[in-house]
Structure formats: structure tokens, C-alpha cells
């Protein structure tokens, strides 16, 4: 990957950022020169990231926890910023799904997707905060189209999602005085993640999420990290209470499209 911007000693922090897009964009960082530190549930995961992480630029660590826990949240911030100092960007990317019609899904079910999803990022937001207060500081959150887009059997990432943009436009209300930017990403569907093997869990199906882009292809992790860098660059510098769509027109097309053909495959 070319290293269209640069972050030489800047300190990044992608929560999630162990696997798929997340893992994608804390790649991005480290090949940028940026010191990254990640975390998620499985330390197995934890430190294969952080190998590859360290390999792509400066330094990496990374963190075993659950985004739900907040004191453990918490924790791994107070450490990181003992050792590593303040942050630059905060990426909260941590999220839960698996398709349930809202009839067939358990509330356990239903409340397990709020609390990672929603739940789990203000516990990252509110508990990076302290380590933000300052000029240029970045926040991006990790959206979905299903935060404006209802789709069949996923009423509860639409309801989480939705929490996660509007928690987005809030605190950029909010911290904006500190000079903290607040952003939210909404990936389209995106190659090669969990989610969209979940989502598409045949060819057929992922056929109909693909024709139903403008672009005709689904997305890279590597184009979500290159818009997470430009939302975190002096070139965005203005930029704040956005949530930006990053799906190759998906959200204005066809959307509602691939999900009912989604829904339909799987009855």
C-alpha cells in the first residue's frame, strides 16, 4: 500500500481492531508510520494482530477485553496512555450481528448486539476522553448502512447502529470545543469480513449484494482505512459530525434491494 498520508509518531487506537475492516484500517495507520494499539475479546487474535501490525510500521500493542466491561475499557486506556501518552485518533469499530428475523430473535439476542454495538462505544468514547482533550484530536466511529437503511432480519444492528450515529453527531456537539473531531464511517459491503459471510453466506446471495453497488464490486478494508486516515488528516481538519458513507454508492441504490433478496434467500 502506498502511504498517501503520514502519521509518524502519531498514537492510534482501534477498538475491534484485530480482524476484518477494523484490522484493515489499523494496517493502514501502521503502514503510515503511526504507533497503533488494538484491542478485542481474544488474545489469540490480539497478538497475530499486533505481529502483523509491528511489522508494517512502528510499534503495536494491543489488548484483551470486551467492550462491554467498562471498567476493563477503561483499564486498557489508563495503561496505554501511562506507557504510550495521549491519543491522536480513537477508532471504536467493535460490533456484533447475525441475521434473525425480530420475531425469531431472543432478547438476550437483541440486547447482546445494543451492548457491543452501542453500549460498547460509549464505554470507548467516554472512557478515551481524557486521553483526547486537545487540538486535532480524531474520533471515528464504525457505522453501518443499517443505520439509515431498514433492512429485513437486522432490526437489531439497525437500532444499535443508528444509536452510534446519532451518539457521533451528540459528542461532536459536544467535545468540538475541546478539539475533538467526531465521525462516524459506514462501510458498504466489504470483501473478505465475517459480516459479510454472515450476511452472504453463498455465492448467490453475495451476487445480489454485488449488482446491487453502483461501483459493481464489493469493497476493501484498505479503502475503509484510507478514508478513516483522510477523516484523522489535516486535510479533514474541518470536518467533524459527519457520517460518511464508504460503500461504492450502495446506500443510495440498492441497499434495500440486496436485503430483501438477502431475506428472501434465507427463507
Not at 98 to 104: E, R, S, T, Y
Not at 211 to 226: C, N
Not at 246 to 253: H, K, L, R, T
Request: aromatic residues 8%; hydrophobic residues 45%; glycine residues 8%.
Amino acid at each position: 500500500m502506498s502511504a498517501t498520508f503520514d502519521f509518524s509518531s502519531k498514537r492510534v487506537f482501534v477498538f475491534g481492531g484485530t480482524s476484518g475492516i477494523n484490522l484493515g484500517i489499523a494496517s493502514c495507520f501502521a503502514s503510515c508510520g503511526a504507533n497503533v494499539a488494538v484491542a478485542s475479546r481474544s488474545q489469540e487474535k490480539v497478538d497475530a494482530a499486533v505481529e502483523t501490525l509491528a511489522s508494517l510500521g512502528d510499534t503495536a500493542t494491543g489488548y484483551a477485553l470486551d467492550v462491554r466491561d467498562f471498567d476493563a475499557v477503561q483499564a486498557a486506556l489508563e495503561t496505554h496512555a501511562a506507557e504510550s501518552g495521549e491519543l491522536d485518533v480513537l477508532v471504536s469499530g467493535a460490533a456484533g450481528n447475525f441475521p434473525a428475523l425480530a420475531n425469531d430473535m431472543s432478547p438476550n439476542g437483541f440486547k447482546s448486539v445494543v451492548d457491543i454495538d452501542l453500549l460498547g462505544s460509549f464505554h470507548v468514547l467516554r472512557s478515551a476522553f481524557p486521553y483526547l482533550v486537545k487540538p486535532g484530536a480524531s474520533v471515528i466511529n464504525i457505522s453501518a448502512p443499517q443505520a439509515f437503511v431498514p433492512m429485513p432480519m437486522q432490526s437489531h444492528v439497525c437500532a444499535a447502529k443508528a444509536g452510534v450515529d446519532m451518539l457521533t453527531r451528540t459528542l461532536a456537539l459536544e467535545w468540538g470545543a475541546y478539539g475533538i473531531r467526531v465521525n462516524s464511517i459506514s462501510p458498504g459491503p466489504i470483501a473478505d469480513t465475517e459480516g459479510m459471510r454472515r450476511l452472504a453466506p453463498n455465492e448467490a446471495i453475495a451476487k445480489q449484494y454485488r449488482k446491487s453497488v453502483p461501483l459493481q464490486r464489493f469493497g476493501t478494508a484498505e479503502e475503509i482505512g484510507q478514508a478513516a486516515m483522510f477523516l484523522s488528516s489535516a486535510a479533514a481538519q474541518y470536518v467533524s459530525g459527519v457520517v460518511l458513507p464508504v460503500d461504492g454508492g450502495w446506500s443510495v441504490a440498492g441497499a434495500s434491494a440486496a436485503a430483501l433478496a438477502m431475506a428472501q434467500q434465507h427463507n
